[in-house]
């Protein structure tokens, strides 16, 4: 079955440390995106990639990175820059150009 | 930033009834999409409508988009149960190469 597949489920990070996030997908899509959302909130975007090797950041890319080196990998490195990692993270992908996307299932990531 | 803003924010019903939820944007957009989040879950694609169309139905839901008002509704006719859930908008730029902005979304309760 084609989809998208976020690990790990849940993830605690001590202060001052990178933690990654992986997602992986086998639709064959372009694109990839990374979104965050805090409770009660909306996504706000994170980074997205429509090409191999290539990325763009989102609204709220600091503190963050990523790597596209794979049509199928998009992973996301949450770095100590970032003051306030705790929320629920949401990687998707899509055909681009004007099509629905297809998220995973989140991953909750906690400051410990 | 955030694109679009629904209303209301939150929206409680009995079994039976309709919904309707609405969102306002504010740039020009290529497309205009639902998505259903359950809680703790990841999201999933309801309905696209593109900028040209003014009205698209999909079983028990209907869409409108009226681009001169900047503005949207999703309606959920004869609500169950299972239709509990938030629900969001998110709008695609009228710009090449840009990712969904999606809107704090509505959460929806049907009791029974």
């Known amino acids: 079955d084609g989809g998208i597949t976020q690990s790990p489920k849940y993830l605690f990070r001590k202060e001052g440390q990178n933690v990654t996030l992986s997602c992986e997908q086998n639709?064959?899509?372009?694109?990839m995106y990374w979104y965050r959302q805090d409770p009660g909130q909306g996504l706000r975007l994170i980074y997205y990639?429509?090409?191999?090797?290539?990325?763009q950041k989102g609204d709220i890319a600091e503190g963050y990175s990523v790597s596209r080196e794979k049509k199928e990998s998009f992973p996301l490195t949450v770095t100590s820059a970032q003051k306030n990692p705790t929320a629920f993270y949401l990687c998707?992908?899509?055909?681009?150009?004007?099509?629905?996307?297809?998220f995973g299932s989140g991953t909750r990531l906690t400051v410990v | 930033s955030q694109q679009g803003e629904e209303d209301p924010q939150a929206l409680s019903i009995q079994e039976g009834e309709n919904a309707t939820m609405n969102c306002s944007y504010k740039?020009?957009?290529?497309?205009l999409q639902w998505y259903r989040q359950n809680s703790g879950r990841g999201l999933v694609h309801l309905i696209l409508i593109r900028s040209n169309e003014r009205e698209k139905h999909s079983g028990r839901l209907r869409v409108t988009l009226d681009t001169s008002k900047k503005s949207s509704s999703l309606l959920i006719t004869a609500s169950r149960a299972a239709d509990t859930a938030s629900y969001f908008c998110?709008?695609?730029?009228?710009?090449?190469?840009?990712?969904?902005?999606f809107g704090k979304g509505t959460t929806l309760s049907v009791s029974s």
């Open positions: 998110a709008t695609e730029a009228n710009q090449a190469g840009t990712a969904l902005i």
């Open positions: 639709l064959n899509h372009d694109a």
């Open positions: 990639s429509q090409i191999v090797n290539d990325f």
């Open positions: 740039t020009s957009i290529n497309n």
């Open positions: 998707a992908s899509s055909i681009v150009g004007g099509y629905g996307y297809t």
